[in-house]
């Protein structure tokens, strides 16, 4: 059974340990024989989904007496709700790291410093960050698993053609340079938007233009620093005043337009006609999990979003947990 194979634990398969219960399981001393099944969910898909099922084949033919059923497409609402119900996986993958602080102190994920001890893991061989991100509150409840790196990915060619010599260093030159790249139809709506500063086009979001700013999310005192951090207010006052120069409706309109556009592209590459023109941005914010300095058409200012790997408890409640720390990211 895979609550055996808990029971006796291995650092082996991303430091798998026992099910969160009452009474703390015994841990089982190193090199004792285990066997059974164990349940790995993650969030990856498609050719990601393929690199981990390698890594667990890698793992079975290391462990014959293991058997490793992996559940892709798992994401964190999915292993929310599973845990909530009592059918939980007993290993998964998070893409983020905004949600240890609950699932810490909530008991949904274990506390693997017995295992970590037991194993001789040396956790100095991460970085204080990616440390940080990975506890609350001295509880070790999920280990790192992979780091992307975000920056901007910019156009060479139309930053020449409107004059411009390089990207920007602060967010008034990103706006100032993001209006001199920006072309508008005969009609009024935009052809071509320097920047789209809307949340959730491609990475932007709160966590990852912060550092831009410094803005910091928990006092001292571990209290939300939101309201009270005068670099929130610096962040979104620039990004509606660059909204309001173009026009929140023009730009959904054109953000909609980059979708059908994309659509009709696809279409036509795969019937191997020419494709139709289409609207585009100068420049976006993106990631790479493989970041290359070699790009003709890139400044990439790393940013980390780190993604954890945790063993999940089926038996815990999700009602009430505390309020999780989210994670300063380098920079901020």
Known sequence: ???????????????????????????????????????????FT??????????????????????VTVK?????????????????????????????????SSGAWVDLTQYVQRDKVDLNKLNATTRQYTQFDGKRCAMPFLADAYGLFYNKDLFAKAGISGPP??????????????????????????????FDFYEN?????????????????????????????????????????????NLQKFRAGLATSSARTTRSIRARSPSTSTPSTAWRSSRTRRPSSSSAS???????????VAVTSPATSSASPRTPRTPRRPGS
């Open 1 to 43: 059974m895979k609550r055996s194979f808990l029971a006796a634990g291995t650092a082996v398969l991303l430091l798998t340990a026992c099910t969160p219960a009452p009474k703390e399981n015994k841990v089982a001393n190193p090199g004792t024989p285990v066997s059974g099944t164990v349940e790995l969910w993650h969030f």
């Open 169 to 198: 260093k602060t967010l008034d030159e990103l706006s100032a340079d993001a209006k001199k790249l920006t072309v508008k139809n005969p009609d009024g709506s935009l052809k071509t938007v320097g920047f789209l500063p809307l």
């Open 205 to 249: 979001a709160a966590a990852h233009l912060a550092p831009a700013v410094g803005a910091k999310w928990l006092t001292d005192e571990g209290k939300s620093a939101v309201g009270s951090d005068p670099a929130w207010k610096t962040l979104l006052t620039w990004q509606k005043s660059l909204i309001d120069w173009y026009g929140y409706d």
């Open 72 to 104: 892709s497409g798992q994401d964190d609402s999915k292993v929310t709700q599973a845990i909530g119900a009592g059918r939980g996986p007993d290993v998964g993958l998070s893409y983020s790291t905004d949600i240890v602080g609950k699932f810490c």
């Open 46 to 67: 498609e050719r990601e989904a393929k690199a981990i099922a390698s890594v667990v084949k890698d793992f079975e033919a290391a462990h014959p007496t293991i058997k």
């Open 298 to 308: 890139r400044r990439c200012r790393p940013r980390t979003r780190p993604g954890t």
